[in-house]
């Protein structure tokens, strides 16, 4: 993808797909547009571009389908009892597998980790995923090195994250990446973003 090509983070929706990952990152890097310089785009897009209803009953009119959401330069793929469809959809695998070899950045979000693995696209590198399901990972590829302590694993143009709520530290860390900690701490604060839970 060229350089001069408008900066594109597309998110993948899909039925099952776990409520805060999904609008966690979405809501930061939204939130990024309004900051940033780069004036990125952020899109949903669904695999046959229809609505989908998440794991908790939301439901999500997405902007795309996957043969028309375009070029990428992040994908964010979230998690939820959904992935475990999505991971025995041979169609599904060779898409991610595609794809990856035109977007610069794929993160994942939770278990969005197991769609990956099953396609192939942590062999061999360090990787996180919620907390339960690290076992399964290893399972389904036992040459990913797990990292069972971080929020996010930042291997250059793979990035995975824990369970749900690490998502949005990891779109936080996006957004530093791609432009600057000062604007990621702007959307920070624009989100009032200040975990210091009561329990």
């Known amino acids: 993808m060229a350089t001069r090509d408008p900066l594109r983070v597309g998110i993948l929706v899909f039925d099952d797909a776990e409520e805060l990952d999904v609008v966690g990152p979405y809501e930061v890097l939204t ?28 439901r999500l009119v997405p902007d795309h389908g996957i043969d028309d959401v375009g070029d990428l330069h992040v994908l964010v793929v979230p998690g939820g009892s959904g992935t475990r469809a999505l991971a025995a959809d041979p169609d599904h695998l060779a898409w991610l597998r595609r794809v990856r070899t035109t977007t610069p950045v794929v993160a994942s979000v939770c278990t969005g980790a197991r769609t990956l693995a099953a396609a192939g696209l942590l062999a061999g590198r360090p990787a996180t995923t919620h907390h339960d399901h690290l076992d399964e990972l290893a399972e389904l590829d036992p040459s990913i090195l797990l990292d069972t302590e971080a929020r996010f694993v930042d291997d250059g143009d793979v990035i995975t994250s824990a369970g749900v709520s690490a998502g949005i530290d990891m779109a936080l860390h996006l957004v530093a990446r791609l432009e600057s900690v000062e604007v990621a701490r702007a959307v920070r604060h624009d989100l009032q973003y200040d975990p210091a839970p009561p329990v």
Not at 45 to 57: E, L
């Open 31 to 58: 939130a990024w547009t309004a900051r940033s310089r780069l004036r990125p785009a952020v899109v949903t897009f669904s695999p046959d571009g229809n609505g989908v209803r998440c794991a908790k009953g939301l």
